[in-house]
């Protein structure tokens, strides 16, 4: 990989060195590795994925090496320029970014039963690939990053050298803990008010903590539902003009856009989605695996590397767990779209997210394309950069797991 360039998002993620190895590991597997699809119809997918968000960053890095990779140009004037059979499964692509739950086995089965000749292993070769640049385009606007190419490349031997001799330094200074993704600046930002904020955080972790009370099962599922209910009602935040629709050539069903899983009074709502009928660990590594080269172990060690990642410091204070907090924004991207953990209290969620960072995470999951600079600026403001980042990466990956399970719980159905 020294000679391999880095992108401007990669030296953003480049913050958390332990997470940054695992995400170039998979990005390289997905699109330069051995793999059923070919190398411009891995470039492409991502050109999809990422232009249902206009995600101009990703689009535009993306046709380049589309092009680089021997792709025939005339594919970039649109979809109805593509061969019959990559555009066949933009329906997937379109429901998967949107409303993943309403994706269902004969989707599925007209890809590899109809005309098109898509394998199993290659639909989920697709898959893998739009679900990372959807949620990648999450973090893309969730980060606040300028939407130009970066002109300047960093080779990945120079940065993971820079890295390590920071990580290093940090060490020493810290007695062993790097900065935390919780570090708050030091009366840069609010002053007293600030760790006033951060003081009752770190108290509600340890209370809750420490509590042994449990809840029971019919309690459990009404938490959930109220915490589902309220991210329904939760409005998102919008922009003040509309974003142009730059890549309207790569976008079929524009209308097409999250709605709220539940909403009060609807008809014909969903089915919740319930991890201990379908989850990660016990059913969706083991048959991505299967079906394409072991790529669910590169996938279950990012997932696992961004939920478990952790510093131990809040505002210069040593050995905090911050595992609650962490879990509380895992779980409620998850609840967004439908997916609940039933050994989870929801309660949780609503004691350590206040409303601007669960409107933050709303729009940044299913609306990134309205997130502005300003909006990144104006949530967790006691926080640094780095630690906004990290936020942000829990975003990327929790969203990235939840259309994941969705579309390899259905690849299931359909192959039994």
């Given amino acids: 990989m020294e000679n391999e360039t880095l992108d401007h998002v990669t030296k953003v993620i480049a913050y958390h060195p332990r997470y ?10 997905i699109l330069n590795c051995d793999g059923p699809l070919s190398e411009p119809y891995r470039h492409y997918l991502a050109i999809m994925a990422a232009a249902r968000h206009n995600c101009s960053y990703l689009v535009a890095l993306h046709e380049k090496r589309f092009l680089q990779a021997r792709g025939d140009p005339k594919w970039l004037n649109g979809l109805e320029f593509v061969p019959a059979k990559l555009r066949a499964i933009y329906e997937i692509n379109k429901i998967l970014c949107h409303r993943p739950w309403l994706l269902n086995k004969e989707h599925i089965e007209r890809l590899t039963k109809g005309s098109f ?4 292993s290659e639909v989920v070769h697709a898959i893998v690939l739009l679900a990372h640049f959807h949620s990648l385009a999450s973090f893309v606007f969730s980060c606040g990053l300028t939407q130009e190419l970066d002109t300047q490349t960093t080779s990945s031997h120079t940065i993971y050298n820079n890295l390590c001799n920071q990580q290093q330094q940090n060490e020493q200074i ?6 935390s993704m919780m570090s708050m600046l030091n009366g840069m930002n609010g002053g007293d ?10 108290e509600k972790m340890k209370v809750l903590s420490q509590k042994t009370d449990e809840c029971s099962e019919t ?26 629709k730059i890549y309207t050539q790569y976008v079929d069903d524009p209308t097409f856009k999250y709605q709220d899983f539940t909403r009060r009074g609807a008809e014909n709502v969903p089915t919740t989605f319930r991890v201990q009928d379908y989850s990660w660990d016990d059913h969706g590594l083991s048959l991505v695996s299967q079906l394409y080269n072991d790529v669910g172990y590169l996938l279950d060690d990012k997932f696992r590397t961004a939920y478990n990642l952790t510093y131990y ?27 609940r953990h ?11 997210l206040d409303r ?22 104006s949530v967790l403001v006691e926080l640094q950069h780095s630690e906004k980042v990290h936020v942000n990466l829990l975003i990327l990956e929790a969203r990235n797991q939840v259309e994941l399970l969705y579309a390899l719980r259905e690849i299931m159905r359909y192959m039994t």
């Fill in 356 to 377: 601007p960072l669960k409107m933050f995470i709303k729009t940044a999951c299913c609306f990134p394309e309205r997130i502005t600079k300003k909006d990144y600026d």
């Fill in 193 to 202: 008010g600030q760790f006033a904020k951060v003081d009752a955080l770190m």
């Fill in 313 to 339: 410091t809040i505002a210069g204070r040593q050995n905090v767990d911050t595992s609650k907090f962490r879990r509380a924004i895992w779980n409620y991207i998850q609840c967004i779209y439908g997916i």
């Fill in 174 to 179: 810290n007695g062993g803990s790097p900065p």
């Fill in 20 to 29: 940054l190895e695992h995400y170039l590991r998979t990005q390289n597997f």
């Fill in 342 to 352: 039933d050994d989870y209290d929801y309660g949780e969620v609503n004691q350590l």
């Fill in 117 to 120: 000749n898509w394998s199993l």
């Fill in 219 to 244: 309690e459990l599922s009404n938490r959930f539902k109220n915490v589902e209910m309220q991210a329904a009602e939760l409005p998102i935040q919008s922009t003040t003009t509309e974003a142009p």
